[in-house]
C-alpha cells in the first residue's frame, strides 16, 4: 500500500527485546489454537465440510507462506523475482484444487510500458464452466514497492496479504459449495512505480475492474474484500472512512463473534488501494481490510520481525466467519 504519509500515528520504536518477546508470545499462541495439531482422525478431516470453517484457518501455515514470498526477495512488478513468486503462488494454488488464470496486461507506467501479471484463481467444475459461479472476489496485492536506495522486502506490505490469501485457498477447499462462490485475485502493480496518481498505481486492479465491467462479469459480484498489509503484530485495522456501511457492519459484526473487535477501528480517512477501481470502476462494493498504522511503511525494516501468525490467523478467520455469513 503506498498512500499517505502517517508521521503523526507513528508509535515509539520497539527495542529489539521486545520484539523477541512478543515474537515468542505469539509462537506460543500460535501453537495452542493451530487447527493442524488437532488430532482428529484423517479421514473425519478429509471428507466433512466444516461447520466452522473459520477455525480452518492456520496463522502459522499463513505466516510460512509470507516466508516464502519474502525470500523471493524485492519483488517489484516486471521483476524476475516476482516471476518467481508467481510461479510459486500459481503452483501452490493447483495444489490446493483451485484453477489459475494468469490475466497478462500491458501497464503504460512513468518508466514505460511494463508487462504485469494479475493471477485469477476459481474452485470447481471445468474451467471453460467455472466463471459463472463466483459471487465474492477476495484479493490482495502480490507486488512491492520499487526502491533504488533500500532493499524492500514488503513482509508487512505484499507478502502478508498474500501469503494469507493462499493460506485462504486451502481452506476453501474444505467447504466446495463455498470456494465456488469465491474469486481470488492477486494483484500485481499495485505500487506506485514513482508516486500515486490516477495513472501511476493500481495496475492490476484498475486492469482487472475493467475486464469484470466490460465482460459483463462485474454484475454477478456481491462484493469485494481486499486485503492489505494485516500481519502487523501491533494489529489495528484501520478501515477507510469510505467503506461500504453494509460491508463494514457485517465484517464488525463477525470481529465481534470471535472476540476481536477491539482489532478494528475506522479510519479517518479514505484510502487509495486496490478496493477503490473495484467500487469505482467495476461497481462492485468493496471493503479494504488494512491496517495503515504501521510504522515500518516503505522502509526497509517492513521485515519478517514485524510480520506475527497470530494476526494472520485474526484477519484469516474473520474474514472466513464473515463469508460464510454472507453466502449461506
Ligand atoms: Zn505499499
Given at each position: 500500500m503506498a498512500r499517505f504519509a502517517l508521521q503523526q500515528l507513528r508509535a515509539?520504536?520497539?527495542?529489539?527485546?521486545?520484539?523477541?518477546?512478543?515474537?515468542?508470545?505469539?509462537?506460543?499462541?500460535?501453537s495452542k489454537t493451530d487447527p493442524a495439531s488437532d488430532a482428529k482422525p484423517k479421514a473425519a478431516q478429509k471428507q466433512a465440510v466444516p461447520v466452522e470453517i473459520w477455525k480452518e484457518f492456520?496463522?502459522?501455515?499463513?505466516?510460512?507462506?509470507?516466508?516464502?514470498?519474502?525470500?523471493?526477495?524485492?519483488r517489484p512488478a516486471g521483476s524476475q523475482a516476482l516471476a518467481e513468486a508467481r510461479a510459486h503462488l500459481t503452483s501452490a494454488l493447483r495444489a490446493?484444487?483451485?484453477?489459475?488464470?494468469?490475466?497478462?496486461?500491458?501497464?503504460?507506467?512513468?518508466?514505460?510500458?511494463?508487462?504485469?501479471?494479475?493471477?485469477?484463481?476459481?474452485?470447481?467444475?471445468?474451467?471453460?464452466?467455472q466463471t459463472t459461479t463466483q459471487k465474492v472476489i477476495v484479493g490482495s496485492h502480490y507486488d512491492t514497492k520499487s526502491f533504488s536506495t533500500i532493499s524492500f522486502v514488503g513482509a508487512n506490505d505484499g507478502a502478508s496479504s498474500t501469503g494469507a490469501l493462499l493460506e485462504l485457498s486451502r481452506v476453501l477447499a474444505l467447504d466446495p459449495a463455498l470456494a465456488a462462490q469465491i474469486e481470488l485475485v492477486f494483484f500485481d502493480g499495485e505500487e506506485a512505480l514513482q508516486q500515486f496518481t490516477e495513472t501511476?498505481?493500481?495496475y492490476g486492479s484498475r486492469h482487472y475492474a475493467a475486464?469484470?465491467?466490460?465482460?459483463?462479469?462485474?454484475?454477478?459480484?456481491?462484493?469485494?474484500?481486499?486485503?492489505?498489509?494485516?500481519?502487523?503484530?501491533?494489529l489495528t485495522v484501520t478501515l477507510p472512512l469510505d467503506s461500504p456501511k453494509?460491508?463494514?457492519?457485517?465484517?464488525?459484526?463477525?470481529?465481534?463473534?470471535?472476540?476481536?473487535?477491539?482489532?478494528?477501528?475506522i479510519f479517518d480517512r479514505p484510502m487509495l488501494d486496490d478496493h477503490v477501481p473495484l467500487n469505482l470502476i467495476a461497481h462492485i462494493p468493496a471493503i479494504d481490510i488494512i491496517d495503515f498504522e504501521y510504522d515500518a511503511w516503505h522502509t526497509?525494516?517492513?521485515?519478517?520481525?514485524?510480520?506475527?501468525?497470530?494476526?494472520?490467523?485474526?484477519?484469516?478467520?474473520?474474514?472466513?466467519?464473515?463469508?460464510?455469513?454472507?453466502?449461506?
Open positions: 515509539p520504536l520497539r527495542t529489539v527485546t521486545l520484539l523477541l518477546l512478543q515474537s515468542l508470545a505469539a509462537c506460543s499462541q500460535e492456520s496463522g502459522s501455515r499463513a505466516y510460512s507462506e509470507v516466508e516464502k514470498q519474502v525470500a523471493f526477495g524485492p490446493n484444487g483451485w484453477t489459475v488464470e494468469p490475466q497478462a496486461f500491458v501497464a503504460q507506467t512513468p518508466h514505460g510500458a511494463l508487462q504485469m501479471i494479475n493471477l485469477l484463481a476459481r474452485f470447481g467444475g471445468p474451467a471453460a464452466a501511476d498505481g493500481l475486464q469484470l465491467r466490460d465482460s459483463g462479469r462485474a454484475a454477478q459480484f456481491k462484493f469485494a474484500v481486499v486485503w492489505d498489509m494485516i500481519g502487523d503484530r501491533n453494509d460491508l463494514t457492519q457485517g465484517l464488525l459484526s463477525s470481529a465481534e463473534a470471535l472476540q476481536r473487535r477491539g482489532a478494528f477501528r526497509a525494516d517492513d521485515t519478517l520481525t514485524q510480520v506475527s501468525a497470530d494476526s494472520l490467523q485474526t484477519i484469516g478467520a474473520i474474514t472466513l466467519h464473515f463469508l460464510k455469513k454472507s453466502l449461506p
